[in-house]
């Protein structure tokens, strides 16, 4: 019996983190396909090469979903620091940081043992084949490949969102899901850095490479951290994160002196002789607020009412628009995905179409950056192959 001829129990769509690790996380004969050469090309290069693979804390309050409530079944099934006891028995070294984050001290040592685990759990895997497309046939799933077509009781769909096409992102999660008449909710490049609009780009793109720390508010929202400025606009975690909260054409508020009594500040120097490049350090550092403030910084005594609410405005409240993101090549995550309200949170099935599943980032769920979008991946493919492994 060949590969084209046999009735695979699963077959798994994406060999990255959550396909590699659904495959291993149960024993029937499963065939997983990936479009790429290797399985595993994103993650390898996850957190600057040594993959933070989680948090030591997660909880649905870090994920952004159309639904709050529907992580948290699977979040519960596999916790925080249910991968790290694996890593530990797999004798990998890995690190936590203050922060929380746990690192990995190699993003592909931790593919090569994700590997591993699914060839030894009766996992074929297949690169460099791509999915044409998915259909159901009575009881069994119809696979279309450039390798010809597959057959499986069962289809897990990991094939991840549109974040960093060079990786081979494609979208192929949202176009399997569309085809089989499931609703996806709107895309958008998530934890991301922005651009900004034509006026503020040579103030950043003079300070390129500089950061401080800010606090930034979108809407209702608000987050603190470092921001850096770039030759198009800002990044940064502080950034990042805010993104995950905006929406195109929405205004965005940055106080980049988020630990300084602004009033007792002016108080203190109302009479002093310097600029406010000269007495703004060690708070923020002279160039950043020489740029920013252009022709307002001027000696703090020769400020006159109006110019200090000007100068207020523009360190304490610098708003705008942006111009947009870095878009898919940048973002870290795509977020929106196949609407969860069609699929049941304790098994990931879909609940209408017996045997499909989908898993991680194809889902509308999107963690904030720290580790919990990877966390989000093995939780997921946790509790699909839990299920699978019944069958």
Same mark, same amino acid.
Request: net charge positive; glycine share 10%.
């Given at each position: 019996?060949?590969?084209?001829?046999?009735?695979?129990?699963?077959?798994?769509?994406?060999?990255?983190?959550?396909?590699?690790?659904?495959?291993g996380?149960?024993?029937?004969p499963?065939?997983?396909?990936?479009?790429?050469?290797?399985?595993?090309?994103?993650l @390898?290069? /996850?957190?600057?090469?040594?993959?933070?693979? #989680?948090?030591?804390?997660?909880?649905? &309050? +870090?994920?952004?979903?159309?639904?709050?409530?529907?992580?948290k079944?699977?979040?519960?099934a *596999?916790?925080?620091q249910? *991968?790290?006891?694996?890593?530990?028995?797999?004798?990998?070294?890995?690190?936590?940081?203050?922060?929380g984050?746990?690192?990995?001290? @190699?993003?592909?040592?931790? /593919?090569?043992?994700?590997?591993?685990?699914?060839?030894?759990?009766? /996992?074929?895997?297949?690169?460099?084949?791509?999915v044409?497309g998915?259909?159901?046939?009575?009881?069994?799933f119809?696979?279309?490949? @450039?390798?010809?077509?597959? =057959?499986?009781?069962?289809?897990?769909?990991?094939?991840?969102?549109?974040s =960093?096409?060079?990786?081979?992102?494609?979208?192929?999660?949202f176009?399997?899901?569309?085809?089989?008449?499931?609703?996806?909710?709107?895309?958008?490049?998530?934890?991301?850095?922005?651009s900004?609009?034509?006026?503020?780009?040579a103030v950043?793109?003079?300070l390129?490479?500089?950061?401080?720390?800010?606090?930034?508010?979108?809407?209702?929202?608000?987050?603190?951290?470092?921001?850096?400025?770039?030759h198009?606009?800002?990044?940064?975690?502080a950034?990042?994160?805010?993104?995950?909260?905006?929406? %195109?054409g929405?205004?965005?508020?940055?106080?980049?002196?988020?630990?300084?009594?602004?009033?007792?500040?002016?108080a203190?120097?109302?009479?002093?002789?310097?600029?406010?490049?000269?007495?703004?350090?060690?708070?923020?550092?002279?160039?950043?607020?020489?740029?920013?403030?252009?022709?307002?910084d001027?000696?703090a005594?020769?400020?006159?009412?109006?110019?200090?609410?000007?100068v207020?405005?523009?360190?304490?409240?610098w708003?705008f628009?942006?111009a &947009?993101t870095?878009?898919?090549?940048?973002?870290?995550? /795509?977020?929106? #995905?196949?609407d969860?309200?069609?699929?049941?949170?304790?098994?990931?099935?879909?609940k209408?179409?017996?045997?499909l599943? *989908?898993? #991680? %980032?194809?889902? +509308?769920?999107?963690?904030?950056?720290?580790? =919990?979008?990877l966390?989000?991946?093995?939780?997921?493919?946790?509790?699909?192959?839990?299920e699978l492994?019944?069958?």
């Open positions: 019996m060949t590969e084209h001829t046999k009735i695979w129990h699963t077959l798994i769509i994406g060999g990255g983190a959550g396909g590699l690790f659904c495959a996380s149960f024993s029937a499963k065939l997983l396909l990936e479009h790429n050469r290797r399985p595993g090309e994103k @390898s290069i /996850t957190g600057g090469g040594k993959c933070n693979f #989680g948090h030591r804390s997660v909880s649905a &309050g +870090d994920y952004l979903c159309s639904h709050k409530h529907f992580c079944n699977a979040l519960a *596999f916790g925080p249910a *991968f790290a006891r694996l890593l530990r028995q797999a004798q990998i070294p890995f690190d936590e940081l203050p922060s984050q746990l690192f990995a001290r @190699s993003a592909p040592e931790i /593919t090569r043992f994700l590997t591993r685990r699914a060839r030894q759990q009766n /996992t074929t895997l297949l690169c460099q084949t791509q044409l998915l259909t159901r046939e009575k009881d069994l119809c696979v279309r490949t @450039s390798r010809g077509n597959f =057959y499986a009781r069962q289809v897990v769909v990991a094939a991840g969102g549109l =960093y096409p060079a990786l081979g992102a494609t979208g192929l999660s176009q399997l899901a569309h085809a089989l008449g499931l609703a996806v909710t709107p895309l958008r490049p998530a934890l991301v850095g922005w900004v609009p034509q006026p503020l780009r950043c793109k003079a390129a490479g500089n950061s401080c720390p800010v606090q930034i508010s979108v809407g209702t929202h608000s987050e603190k951290g470092q921001l850096l400025f770039t198009g606009g800002i990044s940064g975690p950034v990042l994160q805010s993104s995950l909260f905006w929406s %195109e929405e205004k965005v508020r940055i106080n980049f002196l988020p630990q300084l009594p602004w009033a007792a500040f002016l203190q120097h109302k009479n002093a002789p310097a600029p406010f490049s000269k007495l703004l350090p060690p708070h923020l550092s002279g160039k950043i607020t020489k740029l920013l403030l252009g022709p307002l001027v000696r005594a020769d400020a006159s009412k109006e110019l200090l609410r000007r207020e405005q523009t360190l304490c409240a708003s628009v942006p &947009g870095a878009g898919y090549t940048r973002a870290e995550v /795509t977020a929106g #995905g196949v969860v309200t069609q699929i049941n949170p304790h098994t990931l099935e879909c209408n179409i017996p045997g599943f *989908f898993i #991680g %980032e194809a889902l +509308d769920v999107t963690g904030r950056v720290g580790g =919990y979008n966390h989000w991946a093995w939780a997921s493919a946790f509790c699909a192959a839990q492994a019944k069958r």
